[in-house]
């Protein structure tokens, strides 16, 4: 097991730089602490 960091993730649902929070749907199959993941793509 390695002892480097992860690289930072979004989720649907957290919040951004700006008024507002990571838009739906996010990747359903990918979760991160139970929501699911953005992509790029993923309004917000």
Same mark, same amino acid.
């Given at each position: 097991? #390695? =002892?480097? &960091? %992860?690289?930072?993730? %979004?989720?649907? $649902? =957290?919040? &951004? $730089?700006?008024? $507002? ?7 359903? #199959?990918?979760?991160? $602490? !139970? ?5 790029? !793509? &993923? %309004?917000?």
């Amino acid at each position: 097991m #390695s =002892d480097a &960091t %992860a690289a930072p993730a %979004a989720r649907v $649902g =957290d919040p &951004t $730089g700006h008024p $507002g929070t990571v838009g739906p749907p996010g990747v359903l #199959s990918v979760l991160i $602490g !139970g929501k699911p993941a953005a992509t790029v !793509g &993923t %309004a917000h």
